[in-house]
């Protein structure tokens, strides 16, 4: 993707070595997100070549995303794709829009990488829903979660309601969402939200930190690893054994390859 249609959309793209990081570039309004932006993320998704291994995501200034650009719930809002101009469509048509929008979520998913939210500041709506969709959260003591779509008399759509869930339980979740109350650091790390909370000038030497240590095994080792985590919890005893089984026979055959055997 080219530097304009990244600066358009709000992003940077950098890439070190084998980790890329992806920067919400909009600190003026707190890192809000467009449609223009979730549509740009979804194409770089698409983008990132395979020697990548860790992608992280983070804010440019002090917060990480306020969530939705508020503008984009306005009918009048022009120049720009809203969320506000769904409400005129067809259900299928405004699915089949979501469902793109979606995409600039769900590539962070993808058992290539590992994705890291770095977190600081504000994590809002759409904004918890991104750092959600990462594998792994580090945040700032900073940091205030909080999903807000209830509070607008909407529900979370961003694919953000399924990792929440995995990460604290029905209960919880349920509680955060209807809510929309903060959820601070302190008490991310305690639920499982975070892997840990640091001073906000710390942030990204201890994500750089982890992401060494992501890199740092046989890559086929960490993507067939992510593979079999990410849907364990939904597969019988049986089935796991058995991807296990198999993901194990593909390692030892790569491993084999590098010793020339």
């Given at each position: 993707?080219?530097?304009?249609?990244?600066?358009?959309?709000?992003?940077?793209?950098?890439?070190?070595?084998?980790?890329?990081?992806?920067?919400?570039?909009?600190?003026?309004?707190?890192n809000a997100q467009t449609?223009?932006?979730?549509?740009?993320?979804?194409?770089?998704?698409?983008?990132?070549?395979?020697?990548?291994?860790?992608?992280?995501?983070?804010?440019?200034?002090?917060?990480?995303?306020?969530?939705?650009?508020?503008?984009?719930?306005?009918?009048?809002?022009?120049?720009?794709?809203?969320?506000?101009?769904?409400?005129?469509?067809?259900?299928?048509?405004?699915?089949?829009?979501?469902?793109?929008?979606?995409?600039?979520?769900?590539?962070?998913?993808?058992?290539?990488?590992?994705?890291?939210?770095?977190?600081?500041?504000?994590?809002?709506?759409?904004?918890?829903?991104?750092?959600l969709s990462c594998d792994?959260?580090?945040?700032?003591?900073?940091?205030?979660?909080?999903?807000?779509?209830?509070?607008?008399?909407?529900?979370?759509?961003?694919?953000?309601?399924?990792?929440?869930?995995?990460?604290?339980?029905?209960?919880?979740?349920?509680?955060?969402?209807?809510?929309?109350?903060?959820?601070?650091?302190?008490?991310?790390?305690?639920?499982?939200?975070?892997?840990?909370?640091?001073?906000?000038?710390?942030?990204?030497?201890?994500?750089?930190?982890?992401?060494?240590?992501?890199?740092?095994?046989?890559?086929?080792?960490?993507?067939?690893?992510?593979?079999?985590?990410?849907?364990?919890?939904?597969?019988?005893?049986?089935?796991?054994?058995?991807?296990?089984?198999?993901?194990?026979?593909?390692?030892?055959?790569?491993?084999?390859?590098?010793?020339?055997?």
């Amino acid at each position: 993707m080219d530097a304009e249609t990244l600066t358009n959309a709000g992003l940077q793209y950098a890439m070190d070595g084998a980790v890329a990081t992806i920067t919400l570039d909009r600190p003026a309004v707190r890192n809000a997100q467009t449609p223009t932006m979730w549509r740009a993320l979804a194409a770089l998704g698409q983008e990132i070549p395979d020697d990548v291994r860790v992608v992280v995501v983070k804010g440019a200034g002090p917060t990480f995303s306020a969530g939705l650009d508020r503008s984009m719930l306005d009918p009048s809002t022009t120049g720009e794709e809203s969320v506000a101009g769904l409400l005129g469509r067809p259900d299928d048509e405004i699915s089949a829009t979501i469902d793109d929008f979606q995409q600039g979520f769900t590539f962070l998913r993808d058992p290539r990488f590992v994705s890291i939210a770095a977190v600081q500041g504000y994590a809002i709506g759409a904004g918890f829903q991104l750092a959600l969709s990462c594998d792994l959260r580090v945040v700032a003591d900073d940091v205030q979660f909080s999903m807000k779509e209830s509070a607008l008399g909407l529900v979370p759509d961003l694919t953000g309601t399924k990792p929440l869930v995995e990460c604290v339980g029905y209960a919880r979740a349920l509680e955060i969402c209807a809510t929309a109350r903060m959820v601070g650091a302190d008490e991310a790390v305690g639920i499982g939200l975070a892997l840990t909370a640091v001073p906000a000038d710390e942030l990204d030497a201890t994500v750089a930190d982890l992401a060494a240590a992501l890199t740092a095994p046989l890559a086929g080792a960490v993507r067939e690893t992510k593979a079999l985590l990410q849907g364990a919890s939904d597969r019988s005893l049986d089935d796991q054994r058995r991807l296990e089984r198999e993901a194990q026979i593909r390692r030892f055959r790569e491993l084999a390859a590098l010793m020339g055997q």
